[in-house]
C-alpha cells in the first residue's frame, strides 16, 4: 500500500509486537485525528499510553488515547478489565484540561476490577517463588474470576442487586483468600462509581458494527505486546489479555480480515519490565546509555524497563500470527551516539542456529542471539522528517528490518515531542 499512514483509511489496528512499552499513545494520538472510532480491546490499568499533545501530558491506562480527537467515539471493550478508580481519576484529569470524555462507551459485558483483585495481585506475587513482577494492577485475577465465571461485569453497576452481588462476592473472596474486606464499604464506593460512569455504559459492538458498515474510519487500540500474550507469550511471564489480533475480535466480534492496516509497533530497540527472558538483552554499559536517553521508566509502575537489541527473530514471528501490514518504529534517535548497532537475526540452541521461537519462559532463557552488527550514526536526528534525510547508517538499519521481516515501515519517531516522526 503506498499511502502515508497519517492518510489511513478503513479499519486499522495498532499491536505491540515485543513486550509493550513500544509509544502506542503517541502513535494512536496521531492517528487517530483521522478516526471516527478509537476502540481499546485488551488489558485493563496495567496499560500505560503516554500521550503529550496541545492539551497537556497524560499517562492513559482505561481510556482509549484517541480521546482527544474531540469528534471522535471512543469505546472500551467487552475483554478490556475496567478499573473504575482509574477511571475516575482519568475523568478528573480530563476535566482539569479541559478534554470532553462525552464520547466515551465503555461495554455493559466487560469485567469489572474489584478491590479485591488488587489486593490478590499484591499477595499472590508476595508468596510466588519466581515473581512475575506484575504491575499490581489487579488485572490477571480480574480475568481469573472473569474466567471462572465468578466475576463482577460493567453492567452490574446498573443492576437492583449491585449490593448483594457485592456482599456476596466479597464475603467468598474473604473466605477463601483470607481478606479483610468491607463489603459495605466496597459498595459504597462502586455505587457512587456507578453515578459517576452511568451515562457512558452502552453496548459497543453495535456501535462498531454500524460505523464500520457504513465506511467510518475506525482504530484498534492495542495494550502491551504480542509476546506478553497469555497464549503466545513466555508464560507465566506475560499478561492475562490477548495483546494481538485476537484480542480485537475477543472484544468487538470484528474478523481480523477485515482489518485493512495492521501495524506492528516497536521501539528502535527492545525493552523488557518485570520478568521473563530476554534473548538480546544489552551490556550493562549500553543498558544503562539506553536507560537514560530513552527514559526507560514504566508509566504504571516507575520500574526500570531493561534494554535489549531488536529482535528480528520476534517481529517477524509476531508478523506471521497478526499478519501485519506496515511496522512503525519508535525512538530511533535514542540510538543516536551508539558506535555499532546489533540486530538479533537468529537464536541458537545447542549448537544450531534456529528461527524457531520457544513460547516456554524457560525454553527461550536457553537460546543465545545470532547478531548482526550494523554501524551506527552520530547525527542529532530530531529534526529529521523525510527518510531519505536521515544519516546513511540509520537507512541502513531501517532497510535491514524491513528486508528481514518483509514488512515495510511506515513510522518512525525520532523524538519525543508531537510532530517528531517520519511518515514513510
Ligand atoms: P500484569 O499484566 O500486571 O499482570 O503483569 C504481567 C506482566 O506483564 C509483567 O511482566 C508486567 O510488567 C507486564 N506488563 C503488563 N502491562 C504492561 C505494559 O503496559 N507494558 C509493559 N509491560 C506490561
Known sequence: ??????????????????????????????????ADIIARFNGGSN?????A??????????????????????LIGRNVAVNLEVLMQEMDAMKKAGVSFKNLMIDEQAPLTMPWHIMRD?????????????TGNGVGPTYADYTERVGLKVIDLISNDLKEKIYNEAQIQNKFFNLKISPNDVYLKFSKYAKVVKPFLGKTIQILKHNHQKGKNILFEGAQGYFLDIDAGTYPFVTSSNPGVVGIWRSYDFHPQNLDHVIGITKAYTTRVGSGPMPTKMDEATAKQIIEKGHEVGTTTGRIRSPGWQDLVLLKYANEANHLTS????????????????????????????EYVPHNADHLGEVSPVYEDFDGWSENISHVRDFKKLPKNAKIYINAIEKFTKIPVKFISVGPKRGEVIYV
Not at 496499560?47 to 500521550?51: I, S
Not at 499484591?122 to 506484575?134: D, V
Not at 518504529?329 to 538479533?344: A, P, Y
Request: glycine residues 14%; positive net charge; charged residues 25%.
Open 327 to 354: 511496522l512503525a518504529i519508535t525512538k530511533l534517535d535514542v540510538l543516536s551516539g551508539q558506535k555499532k548497532i546489533k540486530l538479533g537475526v537468529g537464536y541458537k540452541l545447542n549448537g544450531k542456529v534456529t
Open 122 to 134: 499484591g499477595l499472590r506475587e508476595k508468596i510466588r517463588k519466581s515473581k512475575i513482577g506484575t
Open 1 to 34: 500500500m503506498k499511502t502515508k499512514l497519517n492518510n489511513w483509511k478503513g479499519a486499522a489496528a495498532v499491536i505491540g509486537i515485543d513486550w509493550g512499552d513500544s509509544g502506542k499513545g503517541r502513535l494512536i494520538d496521531d492517528l487517530s485525528q483521522n
Open 53 to 74: 499533545n496541545k492539551f497537556g501530558k497524560f499517562a492513559m491506562h482505561i481510556t482509549p488515547s484517541g480521546i482527544f480527537n474531540q469528534k471522535a467515539t471512543c
Open 47 to 51: 496499560t500505560g499510553h503516554t500521550v
